[in-house]
């Protein structure tokens, strides 16, 4: 079975680049037809799905989001990572990974929080 470790640096200050990666274990990041998502949730408001790459490394993002998220895979790590720039207080939120299989989110990582603060 499919699981997913999100892990961040916790604490980011204002302007500067986060980086996010999801390591996946059961599977691979290249089996066909898995997407997989970056998911946020700041405190007190509801999911926003972020971005996502696919199993041929496609992607596509949010476009509120898309002019300062990127993300890349490393197959021989069975890793996602995603990069989110210019951060600020409002980009604090617990930040999930998630894998999008014949039309369901069918695995989360448990979370990671990060809070933008100087």
């Known amino acids: 079975q499919v699981q997913l470790q999100e892990s961040g640096p916790g604490l980011v200050k204002p302007s500067q680049t986060l980086s996010l990666t999801c390591t996946v274990s059961g599977g691979s990041i290249t089996t066909s037809q898995n997407y997989w998502n970056w998911i946020r949730q700041p405190p007190g408001k509801g999911l926003e799905w972020m971005r996502f790459?696919?199993?041929?490394?496609?992607?596509d993002a949010s476009p509120s989001l898309k002019s300062r998220t990127s993300i890349s895979r490393d197959t021989s790590k069975n890793q996602i990572t995603l990069q989110l720039s210019s951060v600020t207080p409002e980009d604090t939120a617990v930040y999930y990974c998630?894998?999008?299989?014949?039309?369901?989110?069918?695995?989360w990582g448990q979370g990671t929080r990060v809070t933008v603060s100087s």
């Open positions: 998630a894998l999008f299989r014949d039309n369901w989110f069918v695995t």
């Open positions: 790459i696919s199993f041929t490394g496609d992607t």
